[in-house]
């Protein structure tokens, strides 16, 4: 359907989407941990099909995921190495990091004692994540090798206990620990001062709004790394990498400099979806701004501190960098044809987003949000000739 095209949807006031999204505005985001998840399959919404940033991540983490498994102990005498890779997602990435950490861990034991224990791969996500086609991607190795660890599926929250005590050797998340277990309640009060008004997410939101979500997210790491600790054996690893911000910019600056504020998919075109619904009467002013994005940018300093805070862990290293946004041909291609951008930003969004914005708004108004964000994606072509940066944070420690 053209994104410009009036949908076969009464004015919000009298109708009967009206009602459902203000009864469920506000139910999902209790519920996240059953709702949050990438978008599985194959089609072009997919997550499996628009993992280019985090793919980056992995790309940039491979590196540094040679020095800490380098620097790791080995562990003599076991039968097994148990290797998890919590917020795995599906797709090329989730089976390329497991396949990386493998051969890493399996040359190392090669080389030192001469023979190689067994792996046991745990794949972990939120019970929402696609583990269909997860599973079935694991029947087709990369280059037809014989499968080098046995592999299962750890539905749950990271945020909670997944694993019995003492049994891992390594835990991994890549691209994950910045989607926090929930929305601050404050957030989600209208009478608060920490609602966020015409804002789907916190760059560049109200003090209040931002201390929420930096009080969350604090409470968030310290519950992953108590629970890891409790998981990861002494001397094992604990390798994470998420979106991040390095230690000089407040938290109201998420994303950097001003064109990669800008152009980030959870920012202005985004916010200006949500408007362009709310003034063609699909949707009420609260139902707008009750929907907010559940991820938090931590700086260098505000993982180091929930490290120091919960003991149990000795961090080897930990360190910003910035990704680029695109390849300099994508971004040529994308010159010569908005469209094609517009395109595939949007669905970069429902890849991240379709989930929660179903959740919120049903999906014949979330299908309007992402074509409306789709078309003021085109529009904007000024935007197409910036260069923009995600940041990330690595970071790597032993449990003592
Ligand atoms: C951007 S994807 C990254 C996937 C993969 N690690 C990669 O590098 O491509 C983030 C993943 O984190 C998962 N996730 C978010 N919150 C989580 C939680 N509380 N517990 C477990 N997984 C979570 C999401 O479901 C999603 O699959």
Redesign the pocket.
């Known amino acids: 359907m053209d994104s410009a095209r009036p949908i076969c949807l009464a004015p919000m006031a009298e109708s009967v989407e009206h009602r459902y999204a203000a009864n469920r505005c506000q139910a999902w985001t209790r519920e996240l941990?059953r709702i949050?998840?990438?978008q599985g399959g194959e089609d072009d919404g997919s997550?499996a099909k628009n993992?280019e940033a985090?793919?980056s991540?992995?790309a940039l983490s491979k590196p540094l995921l040679e020095v800490a498994i380098r620097s790791m102990k080995l562990f003599a005498g076991e039968a097994s190495i148990r290797i998890a890779?919590?917020?795995?997602?599906t797709?090329h990435?989730?089976l390329s990091?497991m396949d990386f950490l493998v051969g890493s861990l399996r040359q190392r034991y090669e080389e030192e004692f001469g023979c190689v224990p067994e792996f046991e791969a745990f794949f972990?996500?939120?019970p929402s994540?696609d583990f269909n086609s997860l599973f079935r991607s694991l029947s087709v190795f990369p280059d037809k090798k014989k499968r080098p660890f046995y592999a299962a599926g750890v539905p749950?929250?990271?945020?909670d206990r997944l694993f019995p005590k003492g049994k891992l050797h390594l835990a991994v998340s890549?691209?994950?620990l910045h989607?926090l277990?929930q929305i601050p309640e404050s957030v989600l009060d209208r009478r608060s001062p920490a609602w966020n008004k015409g804002r789907a997410w916190i760059d560049g939101a109200k003090e209040e709004v931002v201390e929420a979500y930096a009080r969350q997210s604090s409470e968030d790491l310290k519950a992953f790394l108590r629970c890891r600790r409790e998981e990861i054996m002494e001397g094992g690893l604990l390798f994470l990498l998420m979106a991040g911000r390095p230690g000089s910019q407040p938290p109201a600056n998420q994303l950097g400099d001003p064109e990669s504020r800008a152009k980030h998919p959870f920012t202005g075109t985004m916010d200006q979806a949500w408007a362009d619904l709310l003034n063609e009467g699909l949707i009420d002013e609260e139902t707008r701004d009750s929907f907010n994005i559940p991820a938090y940018m931590r700086s260098t300093e505000e993982v180091r501190k929930a490290f120091e805070e919960c003991s149990g862990f000795e961090i080897q290293k930990l360190e910003f960098q910035r990704i680029v946004e695109h390849s300099k041909e994508k971004q040529e291609e994308w010159i010569k044809d908005p469209d094609s951008y517009g395109m595939a930003k949007a669905n970069l969004v429902r890849a991240?987003l379709k989930p929660i914005a179903e959740a919120h708004l049903g999906p014949a108004l979330s299908e309007e949000l992402f074509r409306r964000f789709q078309r003021r994606s085109s529009e904007d072509t000024t935007m197409l000739h910036k260069t923009c940066f995600y940041g990330v944070i690595a970071v790597w420690a032993v449990r003592k």
């Open positions: 941990h949050l998840c990438m997550y993992s985090p793919a991540a992995v890779d919590l917020g795995c997602a797709g990435n989730t990091t972990s996500d939120l994540n749950g929250s990271f945020y890549l691209s994950a989607w277990s991240t």
